[in-house]
């Protein structure tokens, strides 16, 4: 099993509604980072979330990092076509000197016009 | 401009030959990792550096190769006893290993016939 689980696998949605992107862990996580990536691309950084309870904002994506580290979202708001491709949660899941991201397998968003 | 490049965009090598993916940044960055991505899969961690003239391996570091001579450039080496070679290769850096956002390059997808 993955270490860390992404949710749903892929999503549609009308253009102007509001969705959320699940990123679980049975561990705790040190550092969680969301990134987005058109197909065939390398990957957008879009947030990082260190603290429990963290939460950020930019435009109209919201990230936030539940109270035990184990979880994180990603809310988009009045979802347009622009915010289609796939969105990645990335982790350091281990705390040693020698920490490497672990990401999950992905989320798919389609956004209809 | 600062970032990361990767080339060739496209590779396509016959089954048996070695092929080596470049990857080169101009962000001062200590860290360097190379990823494979799969369709509907999450990336997996091939090789990372720290720092010049080191490298540690990642989850799946059976059939590949890597060099650090330069603070600047990752080369990825597919060797024949990869199995599974065709996959989209994504190269990354970090200003360092621990809580530093990865920036990373636009891939290069890899087909092996």
């Known amino acids: 099993s993955q270490e860390l689980e992404q949710s749903p696998q892929s999503l549609i949605v009308q253009e102007g509604k509001n969705l959320t992107i699940n990123c679980t862990s049975s561990?705790?996580?040190?550092?969680l980072y969301w990134y987005k990536q058109k197909y065939g691309e390398g990957l957008i950084f879009l947030m990082m979330?260190?603290?429990?309870?963290e939460e950020k904002s930019h435009e109209k994506i919201t990230a936030k990092l539940d109270e035990k580290k184990q979880q994180s979202s990603l809310h988009i708001t009045a979802s347009q076509p622009s915010h289609a491709g796939i969105y990645l949660c990335g982790a350091e899941i281990s705390s040693g000197s020698a920490r490497q991201l672990t990401f999950g397998s992905g989320t798919q968003l389609t956004v209809l016009p | 401009d600062g970032g990361i490049t990767q080339s060739p965009k496209y590779l396509f090598r016959k089954e048996g030959q070695n092929v080596t993916l470049s990857c080169e940044q101009n962000?001062?960055?200590?860290?360097m990792y190379w990823y494979r991505q799969d369709p509907g899969q999450g990336l997996r961690l091939i090789y990372y550096?720290?720092?010049?003239?080191?490298?540690q391996k990642g989850d799946i570091a059976e059939g590949y190769s890597v060099s650090r001579e330069k603070k600047e450039s990752f080369p990825l080496t597919v060797t024949s006893a990869q199995k599974n070679p065709t996959a989209f290769y994504l190269c990354a850096s970090s200003a360092g290993l621990a809580a530093y956002e990865q920036y990373f390059g636009p891939g290069t997808r890899l087909t092996v016939t």
């Open positions: 550096s720290q720092i010049v003239n080191d490298f």
């Open positions: 979330l260190q603290k429990g309870g």
């Open positions: 962000l001062n960055h200590d860290a």
């Open positions: 561990k705790t996580l040190y550092g």
